[in-house]
């Protein structure tokens, strides 16, 4: 079975019929983003470092803060060329149905920081001779991260699923194993 050309899967954003913000809109926010950044990777040398630099605490805020810069200069770029060619963008009013998504996305950011502190738990697993901590942090991570994705996108559940697992997973290995840190959800 074949796909044909107008068969072809296209994104079309969060909200297909929002469109493009106005350039001096997409200015506004990428110039703050950009001193936002700059002061969150200033700050982040200044710490103190205690022992190499995978223990160093403002390693993480120096290189998300390095990741909002590059896509802040690329978001600046992009409205500089939009304004250059005359695009305005448009402003609609903002719907009821984004304040009900704003709203839901409290609820479960909400729940799962609550599910955290009280789903407290930690279990002891060795695979392959390295010991692994698993904590609350893990499965409540995987619900409410695949609860996220599926309200923001509306894909196969198997993805979702295994995306927010994988993702999951992988950080927990990350903050245990690189930078020695324990997760929240344990004792």
Do not use: C
């Amino acid at each position: 079975m074949s796909q044909t050309h107008e068969d072809a899967v296209k994104f079309e954003g969060e909200d297909a019929s929002s469109g493009y913000a106005s350039p001096l809109l997409d200015l506004i926010a990428a110039a703050f983003l950009i001193l936002l950044s700059i002061v969150i990777m200033a700050a982040s040398v200044t710490l103190p470092m205690p022992g190499d630099l995978a223990t160093a605490p403002g390693l993480l805020p120096f290189i998300t803060s390095g990741s909002l810069l590059i896509m802040a200069l690329i978001l600046g770029y992009t409205a500089i060329k939009r304004r250059r060619a005359g695009v305005t963008g448009h402003t609609d009013a903002i719907e009821l149905s984004e304040y009900g998504r704003a709203f839901v996305l409290a609820v479960i950011i909400a729940v799962y920081i609550a599910a955290l502190q009280f789903l407290a738990f930690q279990s002891y697993l060795n695979l392959g001779g390295i010991n692994f901590t698993l904590s609350a942090f893990e499965p409540t991570t995987i619900i409410a991260l695949a609860t996220l994705i599926h309200i923001s996108w509306r894909g196969p559940i198997w993805i979702t699923i295994l995306t927010s697992i994988i993702w999951t997973m992988l950080l927990s290995v990350v903050f245990q194993k690189v930078f020695s840190i324990p997760l929240p959800g344990g004792f």
